[in-house]
């Protein structure tokens, strides 16, 4: 998918909304537990009830591959069903990965070509080398750790570098990478405040906003200070959606919280 | 796995070799294609071949990825037959995760419990929460990227925080995580002279070379900066072992070559 096409969606439904499909079984109707892949069928109900207000799917690869093969056969149906009956809507493999060149390679080939994902998420550590084989697919979008939304954050990203903090050095040291217009950023919107400094550094590029809900961040400020001409902003919610209700109407109550949301990003919308 | 039983077998091997299972199947021996299962099939024949000689296998899990489910199914098989065949052989999961808390915590139940591996690679970036969770598993091993083998490995791993290099930062920030006695750390043998000053921040620990062979590390210079009491190093080859033929000799031949550095090994071995 073309970024052009992303921003066209955002315009459209009128929301930057991007729903993690982060799914626990020990959080999932029990009356979905009988079926043969309740994994599939939970994100099934939950595409099916939140589609009009989302642009985005986001599932993080740590909750499939807890079940082995099987989880791993379910992100396969999951990301095969986006695809075919919404395939306009923009699809990311929340995997943080990152290795050497030809390591990395192998992972583009896994969620771009097996799984055809429109985009992955990469983490920096290792530099140039272990993000550009992901950047190489060029009309595939690699989404780049930058500053996230936990505590450990704190840790390293946020650690002064030769005068500026980490994540920054990071953001500029990958503008300089081949492909580098392939590139979004995760951005931790419990830190809204560094949303301005940010775009400083990448005011055209979108940031994928994650920690909005259970994480604790504020919608409108993080609209107010990371929201470009393109809108540039995929907004996250995962556990706030998918699990706000536990019984046969789960999927109607994420719904519900899906257009709450979506409500909440319309008078941003450019 | 316990440490001390990794630190028996080194010493009963007189090996500290580490053979990457990273099966490219444009380089497996096209005899093997026909088979149902190419990757597993290739991965016995050289874990029945070089087992005598190897302390620990390594599957990088994006090799598997690349083939989706199929691929997850051999990586799979082969964990569960080293586990049956070999229980005295350490076992990675080279899988470079890490995410905040509840989804590592998803990551090290794919690695430890569902795939049962012994030890698992994590990247650093997101810090302490996104590394504890592997942590908390005490009978397994956390493997932290410290500084890597690749080029990009100068784009943040050597630069200066407050005066010392972010690998160092790593290396000292995550002896105060809890469980840090579970604690082994990725060291790139291209960066030998390093090694001088990694082992005086973490002298008692273990350190996972990649690098020597095709990626160019001395495999002498690594034993003489980095061995400990406890020995302390496994030393990882990959192609050099694993492709060292691509006719019906392969395992016969990977077998020649993980002898070969094995006897390279032997007088080291303390």
Redesign the interface.
């Known amino acids: 998918m073309t970024l052009q096409k992303l921003v066209n969606q955002i315009r459209k439904k009128k929301s930057f909304l991007c729903v993690g499909l982060?799914v626990?079984l020990t959080k999932v109707p029990s009356h979905l537990l009988q079926t043969e892949d309740p994994i599939f069928e939970f994100n099934k109900a939950i595409i099916n009830a939140t589609h009009s207000f989302a642009v985005a799917y986001k599932p993080?690869t740590?909750?499939y591959?807890?079940?082995?093969?099987k989880?791993?056969?379910s992100l396969?149906k999951t990301i095969a069903y986006i695809n075919e009956n919404h395939p306009d809507i923009f699809t990311i493999a929340?995997a943080?990965?990152?290795?050497?060149?030809n390591?990395?390679a192998?992972?583009a080939?896994?969620?771009f070509n097996?799984?055809q994902f429109d985009s992955v998420t990469v983490?920096?550590?290792?530099?140039?080398?272990?993000?550009e084989p992901f950047l190489a697919f060029e009309d595939k979008i690699t989404i780049l750790?930058a500053l996230?939304?936990?505590?450990?954050?704190?840790?390293?990203?946020t650690?002064?570098?030769?005068n500026e903090e980490?994540y920054k050095?990071?953001l500029q040291?990958s503008l300089t990478w081949e492909n580098s217009q392939n590139l979004m950023y995760v951005v931790g919107a419990t830190k809204a405040e560094y949303l301005k400094e940010i775009r400083k550094i990448v005011p055209n590029h979108f940031l994928l906003v994650p920690g909005v809900g259970a994480?604790g961040g504020s919608l409108d400020e993080v609209c107010e200070y990371g929201l470009n001409a393109d809108n540039g902003l995929l907004i996250n919610s995962s556990r706030g959606i998918i699990y706000a209700s536990n019984g046969t109407d789960f999927a109607e109550k994420s719904r519900e919280e899906a257009q709450k949301l979506q409500q909440q990003m319309e008078k941003w919308v450019r």
């Open positions: 982060d626990d993080n740590a909750f591959e807890a079940y082995g093969v989880g791993w056969q396969a929340d943080k990965r990152g290795d050497i060149g390591t990395s192998m992972y080939k896994a969620f097996d799984l983490a920096p550590y290792m530099g140039k080398d272990s993000v750790l996230t939304s936990n505590a450990g954050a704190f840790d390293f990203q650690q002064m570098v030769n980490l050095k990071v040291t994480q």
